[in-house]
């Protein structure tokens, strides 16, 4: 908020000093507890003010000249500090470019970058801060989860923005840029699951194993489980946990998918999920009252969500059932289109979800019908994952599944009923 009644006097940049002070005293007090740091609470603090009051010298002066002299000032004043060091103690170069960038986010609360500035300031002092939390997390990452990252980057960075950006195809609905945007948002909804998959390991039990399995692939989850429980019935309560949950956060994903595709359609959506979300929990949660499931579950194997293959493969999935989906529209109306909902939905929920979602954006179809065939695709889904769990794992952990998978598609196809 300014202060309208400094405005007009000489104290008018009063409060975007004390801003800088106040961001390089925050970064300061972090390193002020490390007793071989060369630089502290006091150090830090006047180099942010260093900072704006170099900034303002060059909006005096109309040159770019204080700022980089100051930063340069900077710079010899840290290879100073550093130079009567022993050469074999460390130099400590995170305070170093920590300071460097104090001294920056100081000219950027005088540029009026405030908001920014204030960010900046709270990240870098968490990544300061949570230096061992951070470490920690790089030492359970493998070689594998290292290439899944940068696989990520390739699909993101490289080869999205080469991609055209119009229409293709009958009914102008293959956009390639569109088409390969919507494969980068789910490899990163799927990466991020796998990725705390792996940080997190089996050492928090059953509920959170299902929760990352489903975002990164819930029937994955489902078939690993299957077996597991399958091949040992002691695991069959911890695996009701997992595999249930695992679809129950496929709801979740729908969700965020809907909300990132076509915000405008989410008000209708959510209240349908949320209707088959709610009976599945509350029959999840009485199943697990009645029984106790190991504290360490195995961890499922799953494949690299940001293969290139992968990638390509759902991207080719999704244009198939994008381009049926209006065909079949057009030719046939909404039963068209509910048609590839049960069957596309049988093995993959998100390409008929975000296929309604796109047409619903282009007109080509109505809300009602967009939500019912996500409910009807959701339905099919769990029907299919149901008859993996009989298959690889069983009557005994079908039956346990079935309550609240079946609570689940009841409730979907209910409210989907309603709304269309």
Not at 234 to 261: C, S
Not at 371 to 386: G, M, P, Q, R, S
Request: proline share 5%; hydrophobic share 55%; aromatic share 6%.
């Amino acid at each position: 908020m300014e202060l309208t009644w400094l405005q007009g006097t000489q104290f008018e940049r009063l409060p975007a000093l004390a801003t800088s002070l106040a961001l390089g005293l925050l970064m300061g007090l972090e390193r002020e507890r490390l007793p071989g740091a060369k630089a502290g609470l006091r150090t830090f603090g006047l180099a942010a003010l260093f900072g704006s009051l170099c900034a303002h010298i060059d909006d005096k002066a109309g040159t770019p000249y204080a700022v980089i002299a100051g930063l340069l000032a900077v710079a010899a004043m840290i290879i100073a500090a550093h130079a009567r060091d022993d050469p074999k103690q460390d130099p400590g170069a995170t305070t170093v470019i920590a300071l460097l960038v104090c001294y920056l986010l100081g000219v950027m609360v005088w540029m009026g970058q405030e908001a920014v500035a204030v960010m900046l300031a709270i990240v870098c002092t968490a990544l300061l801060y949570f230096k061992a939390e951070l470490r920690g997390i790089a030492q359970r990452l493998d070689r594998r989860d290292l290439v899944s990252i940068l696989q990520f980057a390739v699909l993101t960075f490289i080869i999205l923005p080469i991609l055209p950006d119009r229409p293709h195809g009958p009914y102008g609905v293959l956009n390639p840029y569109e088409i390969w945007l919507l494969v980068v948002l789910i490899s990163g909804v799927s990466l991020a699951g796998y990725i705390a998959m792996r940080i997190v390991g089996p050492r928090h039990g059953a509920a959170l194993v299902g929760i990352f399995g489903g975002l990164v692939s819930s029937t994955a989850t489902t078939l690993v489980y299957s077996r597991h429980a399958g091949r040992n019935e002691e695991l069959q309560g911890m695996a009701t946990t997992v595999i249930v949950l695992a679809n129950l956060v496929l709801l979740a994903r729908l969700a965020v998918l809907t909300a990132v595709v076509s915000p405008t359609l989410l008000r209708v959506v959510l209240p349908v999920l949320a209707a088959g979300l709610a009976p599945g929990l509350l029959v999840l949660a009485w199943l697990r009252a009645r029984r106790h499931d190991p504290a360490q579950p195995p961890m499922p194997e799953v494949k690299n969500p940001t293969e290139l293959r992968a990638a390509l493969g759902f991207a080719a999935v999704y244009a198939i059932v994008l381009l049926l989906s209006a065909w079949l529209s057009d030719i046939a109306g909404k039963a068209g289109l509910y048609t590839v909902a049960l069957v596309s939905g049988l093995t993959d929920v998100d390409a008929i979800t975000l296929s309604s979602l796109r047409l619903h954006g282009t007109g080509s179809i109505g809300t009602g019908a967009a939500v019912v065939a996500i409910a009807l695709a959701v339905c099919a889904n769990t029907a299919f994952k149901l008859g993996l769990v009989l298959v690889t794992g069983g009557r005994p952990l079908f039956r346990r599944c079935a309550g609240p998978l079946a609570a689940v598609a009841a409730g979907l196809a209910s409210a989907a009923l309603v709304t269309g």
